[in-house]
Every structure is written in structure tokens, then in C-alpha cells.
């Protein structure tokens, strides 16, 4: 009989916690979990699912436009009710917190509602009670985090934009990362008049320049107002809603103002400090191969250490965790490169592997394969929306080292080509597939000259 009353203590229920709790408990480990908030932690709650689903309810915009081309006269203009999409979203948060709990039942895992505190190696307080475990996992995940101005408490984050009482007619949100571009496009296209503030010179830092600036000229189009190079000043309350005062000197009144400006690992009262727990720079919990934090009985995973912040890197992670602590044999450690992601702005962006300049800097000489053309079914619908592929190809080896797509369902699209760039596929084989006609995904296959070397 083990000397602790648990194998594994997860602290905190999101995606790479839920994870790594039922994969160990599948192996017969007794795993117990402490969650204060919310089932599914950001992704579920405050995160992908219901950015997702409002991002569905913005896509309509451009579909009643569209329509006409094609024959469809709407009876009258289409209305949009807030309340209805708001608290539709509330209804299916509701039923997959359920689905989380019985999962987590299913596979008998204890789940303590409650926070827990971390009080040494191998004890945890929470509720009440101090239970003792054989391993502690810190999956509690990230927080959004504003820089500090006049006016800062006047702002929304990606925890509070969701649930908003009334549709703020003018929006504003600060940032120039997947957030900002994500919901700038949303309330964009649920009607808001929305301004993007972005201190730098342009958006979505890190990803491909072509990506950016085309990016930027799609959404400028669909009517996003774009101030780069600028930084709110203050936020003051007015009579009817907030001005912001920017860098640049302009003033605007909005209804309201999300800063979407990063988000921190949300370790605050958790007591990890009075254990030294090692940190980086940026106060993210440092782990080895084997999700160890420097007290090697305390764990840790997703966006509290110092990988990306994505759901589907923290549920590897979970995996990889469970194997390496409850497995048979030791796991290959995760690879990092490669991942594929989309930003859900409108059009999407998707991308996998090396952006053109990070290529250019591993490689001695690369080839760029790239297409901008008016996706077929905007021949008819009169909309103006183009769309951006783009292949990275590592000249010496013809191994495709990067993918890039702004366009329709550019999520679903990259997903298939992010197998063949993680595969380490070459040119030639890209050429090699036969194409699906007709499609947009096709040009993946048939751009044959490159564009620039
Ligand atoms: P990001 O880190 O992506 O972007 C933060 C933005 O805020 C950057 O543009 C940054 O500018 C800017 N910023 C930082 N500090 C300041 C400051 N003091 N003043 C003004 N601007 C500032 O964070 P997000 O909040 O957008 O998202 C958090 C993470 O969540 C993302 O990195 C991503 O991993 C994940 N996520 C993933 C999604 C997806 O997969 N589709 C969707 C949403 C989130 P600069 O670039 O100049 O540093």
C-alpha cells in the first residue's frame, strides 16, 4: 500500500489536467483532481469553444452578403439579437462542463471543488483538508494579463468578452495577437464598429510577413479599423460609454475595450513560491523532458510552463506526462516544431512549420511557392475576399519546412497538409498527389513555379 492517499493530485480541470488525470487513472494509478472554477479550464469556458462559436455567428455577415449573387433575396435586412447567441453559448458551455464531469466520474477520478495550495513536496490543502500524493501536477493554466494605464480597470478580458450584458455598438480591443485579430474580426462581423489598437508596426508577430500583411489588407477590407504603432493612453467613463485617449494623440469613444494583451501563468496563492519553485523570466514554472519542475514530486503542464499556449500541446503533454510517469516504457520526448495552428480571424489563418523568414535564417537557400487568388465562390458573390497559400521548401532537400493559408476554412485545410509537413514530405511529393477539383486546398499541389528563391 502506497504511503500517500493518491498516486497523482492534478490541480486544475482544463484540458491538459482532465487529460492527464484520466490517462493515469486508466492505468490503475488513484488520481484525484482540484478544480475552483469551471470544468474544461480556458478552452472550454473562456477560450476556444465559445470564441469558435462566435466566430460561426460573425461568419453570417459575409454569408447574407454573399447570398445575393447566387439568387437569394433575404425578406428583410438580417437582424442580429446578442442575448440569443450569448446565451445560446452559455447552454452548451453548460452541457460540456457536464460532459467533463462525468468523464472525469467514468474513469473514477475524485474531483474536489475548491483551490488547492501546494503546502510541500507531497501535500496539498484543499477544502479543508490536506490530502498527500505521490506526485502533484500543476495544470491550472494561464490568466489574461493587461499592462498598467489610466483606466486599465475600465477594460474587458478574454474571461469577461463573452458574457457581456449589451452588444457594445463600438468596440475596441488592444493587441496584435491571436485574441486581438480573433475578436476585432468577430464583433467586426457581428456588426460592432471596431477599432484594433497594435503598438508595433503590424500584427500577429512571429507568423510569416506575407500571412501578416495580407491578413491585415483582408481584414481592413471587411472593415476593421487598424491603428498601429499606437498604444492606449488612458480610458476614462463618459456619459454613455468610455474614451480612450491613444499614443497617437486621437480620442475615440467606444462602448467597450478588451485588452487582449497576453496572458500569465496563474500560479498566485497556489504556494509553489514557498517551495522555490523555478521560474522563467516570464514567472512560467520550468519543467524537464519528463514535466518536472525542480521539486521532481511536483509536476507541471499546458500554458503555466513554457511551451505554447494551445490546447492540443497541453493534451500531448498530458499523454506524454502519464507515459513517462505511469507507462510501461519511456516515451520519445514531444517535438515542439511543426505544430499547426490556426487563428480564427476572418478570413482564418493556417500554419504549419516555418514562416519565409525564419526559413530563410535555418536554410541556405529555400524556394517559395505562393498563390493570391479570388476564391471561386467569390465570383459570384460579389465579395472581394482573396485568398493566400503558401509552401516553404528547403532547396538542398525539397523537404517542405513550412505551410501557410489565409482563407475559408483554413483551419480544416491545414490540418491535412500538417500531417504531410510533420511527415517531412518533399516538393516532389506535394506534386505527386493529384488535386481535388475544384477546391481552393488544390493549389497546395499544383503551384509548380516557385515565386521567389
Ligand atoms: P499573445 O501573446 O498572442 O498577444 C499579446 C499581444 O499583446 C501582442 O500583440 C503583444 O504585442 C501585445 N502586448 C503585450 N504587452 C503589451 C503592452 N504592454 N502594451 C500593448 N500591447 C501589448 O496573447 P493573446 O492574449 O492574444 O493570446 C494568448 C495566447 O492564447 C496566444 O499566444 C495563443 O497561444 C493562445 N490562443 C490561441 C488561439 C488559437 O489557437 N486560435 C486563440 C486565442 C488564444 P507584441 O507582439 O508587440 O509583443
Redesign the pocket.
Known sequence: MSEYDYDLFVIGAGSGGVRAARTAAATGARVAVAEDRYLGGTCVNV??VP?KLYSYAAHFHDSFEDAGGFGWSLPAAPQFDWATLRDNKIGEIKRLNGIYNRLLDNADVRLINGRATVLDAHHVSVGGETVSAAKILVAVG?W??V?DFPGKELTLD?NRVFDLDEFPERFMV?????????FASIFNGLGSDTHL????DL????FDQEVREFTRDEMDKKGVNLHFDT??ECIEKVEGGLRVTLTSGETREVDAVLA????RPNLEGLGLDRLDVATSGDGKLKINERFETSVPSILALG?VTDG????PVALEEAMSLVAHHFGETTPEPLDYERIA????CHPNIGTVGLSEEAARQRFDAIRVYSADFRPMKHTLSGSSERCLMKLIVDDESDVVVGAHLVGDEA?EIIQGIAIAVRAGLTKAQFDQTVGIHPTGAEEFVTMRTPTRR
Open positions: 477560450g476556444c470564441k494561464g489574461p494579463w499592462p478574454s488592444l493587441g496584435g495577437g491571436y485574441i486581438a485579430v480573433e489598437i497594435y503598438r508595433g500584427f500577429l508577430r512571429g498604444n492606449i487582449a494583451t497576453g496572458r500554458d505554447p499556449e494551445l490546447t495552428t490556426a487563428v480564427f483551419g
